[in-house]
């Protein structure tokens, strides 16, 4: 049995985290969840899992909970996510908590030498010399949930770092994967929030329109796996069957499959090394599926993944600007106040505005990231 400390657990990553908990109640107990603001969602599932301890953005939300629910102990915003993720109960911090805000819970977990079945990210792109010293400094194996990092992981086990090639990560194509750069001048918000393949929380379906998700998943395939940008390689791929590859020194290529269905690379960060069951949405059926396209990525279609290799190979408070940077302009567009493109414009200014730092501290990242958010923020005036 694996006590589950879950961050994030109102949210898409979240709530498929708790399906997997409640398909296994053998496997798995929720010992504590932790959420922003939004407690009517919440409410309904701490009543179904009972966990210890609950864990808010701050004290108007706990106040909310706390007269909906006056039994449970409620613990507010980035202490009370350390606090549960270095518990001596837990076993497993899922952090599934959204943008760089997960970051001191991040450390904190390995600190504490937790298992981490890590979807956050934000954390490694803001600080993943941070994150992975200090993985490396406490023996802790971060457990990627990110699908294509999941597949990464399971086509590198008992295979040696020095015999890789290269990774391949697949993409999508996000939202607007057919539009030319002219149409995507015209596109809304509700366009944006169409994926064709996953559901998804809305900060990463925008992300995925942009690219720049796939910018910051090499990012954090290059800090979980220690693979040089140059040898990190993005394909287009629309129907989101194979999840990513690596390809070895004598030219063999493996591959991950699967039907899109992040409860499978959930799961599996949760029981590694074993596997469990699980009652998948849809099995994968190669004949009916009959053919699998891939498609060169543009790096000037789509200039966020390109920025996003840029800034990772610059490294330091590079890659800090471009995620704060990325976060603040995607809050700006799901709120109306801001066009599509303007998201890459944002970016892209941020990014020209700071004069790089090679190997900040935590309070540099800290400070940086506060910084480059209200710097995006003045933009718009
Ligand atoms: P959602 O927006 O759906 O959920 C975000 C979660 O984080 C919610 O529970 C939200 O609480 C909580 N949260 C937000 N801000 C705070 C805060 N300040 N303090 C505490 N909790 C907070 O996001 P997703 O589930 O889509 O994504 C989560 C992470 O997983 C991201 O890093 C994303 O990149 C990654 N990921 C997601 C995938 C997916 O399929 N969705 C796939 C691969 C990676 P509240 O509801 O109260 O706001
Ligand atoms: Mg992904």
Redesign the pocket.
Known sequence: MKTIAL????????L?TLDVIRNHPEAFRLYSM??????E??VPFIKEFNPSVV???DET?KEKLHQAMPHIDILV??SG?VAISSASEVDVVVN????S??LEATLEAIRAKKQVAF?????LVSAGHLVMAEAKKHGVNLLP???EHAAIFQCLNGEKLEDVNKLIITASGGSFRDYTRDELKQVTLEDALRHPN????????I?SATMM?KG?EVIEAHWLFGIDYDDIEVVQHRESIIHSMVEYKDYSVLAQLGTPD?RVPIQYALTYPERLDLAVSKRLNLVEIGKLHFEEMSLDRFPCLRMAYEAGKAGGTATTVLNAANEEAVAQFLAGKIDFLTIEDYVARALDAHDYESFPSLETIMETDRLTRSQVRSYIQ
């Not at 961050?7 to 979240?14: F, N, P, V």
């Open positions: 961050l994030g657990a109102t949210g898409s990553i979240g498929q932790a959420f922003g603001r939004n407690v969602k919440a864990v808010v953005q939300a915003g980035s996510m599934a908590v959204l943008g805000i997960g979807a956050n990210k934000e954390t949930v990110d699908s996953w559901s998804m929380g809305q900060k990463i379906t992300d998700n910051l992040m």
